[in-house]
């Protein structure tokens, strides 16, 4: 069980180049894998981080990354 | 209808693929386990039925024009009762599939899954080859229960399942006519949503989205089922649930076709219960060729299990998910003791790395290096990091494509490192098996065996 309720973040895998744009703007939720892929930590993003989640979904250049509600 | 005699039917499932050709080798030795249900024809004549004899022998399908038979709903709740779940690999609850199909927006499509992409199983093949028409009966059952418009089978190009369905299709007039459509034979072009998308675009991959039962073919609500589960729904519109519960255990009810493969007297298909220990079905098989040492059930998403373990296990479920592990697609191949597990999950790997759709990074290029770790295993390379890399590999993959294939490949590997644990630490330590570089057991196309 997670501590927050509220949007989390996913990864449409089909979408995801690789860029790896979103770990530089959120490190705190999501790290890159041995090949560039992006590994999210599991649950809603919390409070103090939606903002930077939105930035981060907002700058993926392929809109592979979303916010979605929770 | 009930259970009476042996099924055997001897397939060539060493050699991998569908089978073309089908003999009848012997009547099983233990009766008590075996039940005959789909393969009637078959163990009776030894030949497929005409339409004709279908009806003579399994009687009529009740009515499936709207008004006049079974309400749909009610056909449903039978099918709840029944507690029949899907033979495609995942034991989906189907009255669920059709529930939410059949709630959905729109004209449904009904599409049935015939297209056995898992080399280690030949028992859709054989099923179509040898009860067409029930398959049939099952898809005209789903598109009543569902109210679908459109229903196709869909086949892997060159299936040799093609030409009796077609046969089968030219004796019938069902109320939804019945489209076949061949499918690239990959791997992954089986997969639910890459059939979706075959019938929608062209394209046989797998794609993220709304799940077909809402969002289907052409945005229309799909149901796709597995050919050996919509033959059972015939048979529940004919006799019932608690007909269907006869056989099998409370929450893996039913008979199931099981292919039985490997370093057995008789490799084949047969029809048992579920709940039959997997040293029964062996024996089914004639019993082992030579001494085993492990079995791999449910394909190649399924798992290795040492033979202490597989003895006394009953095929269900319930049992398998006491263990943590997934029954899988019905399939047993029995490795013998003089083998290399490690080597053989290596071959395996690699088949389904080069089988990755090439969508998803984590399933592209995770794959081909789990199975190239395996590879190096296998061959006993000494490397300090192997073990240590390969766990982190494991770890890291599963859940982050598309489909759920790297999900299955991953948990075979893993596995793989448990049932043969005592090898994996030799190989791991340089000092391979000698059987490592033998003759495949696990069948396996041959580009990539
Ligand atoms: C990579 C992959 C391949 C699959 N291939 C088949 C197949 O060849 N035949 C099949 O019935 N199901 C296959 N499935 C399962 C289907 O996605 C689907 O779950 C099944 O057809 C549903 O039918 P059921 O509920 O009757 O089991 C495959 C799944 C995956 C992930
Ligand atoms: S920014 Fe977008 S494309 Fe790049 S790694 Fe993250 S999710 Fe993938
Ligand atoms: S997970 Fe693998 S097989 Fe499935 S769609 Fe993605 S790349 Fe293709």
């Excluded at chain 2, 009848?24 to 497929?48: F, K, M, N, Y």
């Excluded at chain 2, 029964?280 to 394909?299: I, K, M, P, W």
């Excluded at chain 2, 029995?334 to 597990?341: I, K, V």
């Amino acid at each position: 069980m997670s501590r927050y309720t509220g949007p989390s973040i996913s990864v449409d895998p089909i979408a995801c180049t690789a860029h790896g744009l979103c770990a530089e703007l959120l490190p705190e939720i999501i790290e890159l894998d041995e090949w560039g892929y992006p590994i999210l930590a599991d649950g809603p993003v919390p409070p103090a981080l939606r903002a930077q989640a939105k930035a981060a979904a907002r700058a993926c250049p392929t809109l592979a990354l979303k916010l979605s509600r929770g | 209808m009930t259970l009476v005699t042996g099924a055997m039917l001897a397939s060539d499932a060493l050699t991998s693929g569908p089978i073309s050709t089908i003999t009848p080798l012997h009547q099983s030795p233990i009766p008590h386990a075996e039940v005959v249900r789909l393969l009637a024809a078959w163990t009776d004549d030894g030949r497929a039925d005409d339409l004709t004899e279908h009806e003579e022998r399994y009687g009529r399908l009740p009515s499936l024009l709207p008004g006049r038979g079974v309400r749909r709903h009610l056909l449903i709740d039978s099918v709840r009762r029944a507690g029949l779940r899907g033979r495609g690999g995942a034991g989906f609850p189907t009255a669920e599939k059709l529930t939410a199909v059949a709630a959905a927006k729109g004209r449904a499509v009904v599409v049935a899954n015939g297209c056995e992409g898992d080399p280690t199983s030949s028992k859709d093949h054989t099923l179509m080859q040898l009860a067409p028409h029930l398959v049939l009966d099952g898809i005209a059952v789903a598109c009543y229960a569902v109210d679908a418009a459109d229903a196709v089978l869909c086949l892997h190009q060159g299936s040799p399942a093609l030409e009796p369905m077609r046969a089968a299709l030219a004796q019938r007039r069902d109320p939804v006519p019945v489209m076949i459509a061949e499918v690239p034979p990959r791997y992954v072009a089986s997969e639910s949503s890459a059939l979706v998308n075959f019938l929608t675009t062209g394209a046989a991959l797998p794609t993220t989205g709304p799940r077909a039962a809402e969002r289907g073919v052409k945005g229309r609500p799909t149901l796709v089922d597995n050919v050996e589960t919509l033959a059972h729904l015939a048979l529940i519109a004919r006799y019932g649930d608690e007909w269907f519960r006869e056989a099998g255990t409370q929450q893996s009810p039913g008979s199931t076709l099981l292919t039985i493969g490997g370093a057995v007297t008789w490799p084949g298909v047969y029809e048992v219960e579920y709940g039959i220990p997997i040293s029964d079905a062996l024996e089914l098989a004639g019993g082992e060729s030579e001494s085993l040492q492990a079995v791999a059930v449910g394909g190649l998403g399924g798992t290795w299990l040492p033979v202490s373990v597989a003895d006394e296990l009953p095929l269900t479920h319930e049992d398998f998910a006491a263990l943590g592990l997934p029954l899988g697609i019905p399939s047993i191949v029995a490795l013998p003791a003089q083998a290399c597990g490690v080597a053989e999950t290596a071959r395996v790997l690699r088949y389904l790395a080069h089988e990755s759709a090439g969508q998803c990074g984590p399933c592209m290029f995770g794959l081909p290096a789990v199975a190239e770790d395996f590879a190096l295993l296998a061959a006993g390379r000494r490397d300090r990091e192997l073990l240590d890399r390969l766990e982190r590999r494991l770890g890291v993959v599963p859940g982050r494509g598309a489909c759920s294939h790297p999900d299955a490949a991953i948990g075979f590997a893993a596995r793989a490192l448990s049932a043969f644990a005592d090898d994996v630490r030799a190989h791991a330590a340089g000092r391979p098996c000698r059987w490592a570089a033998q003759q495949p057991w696990m069948p396996l196309p041959e580009e990539a065996a």
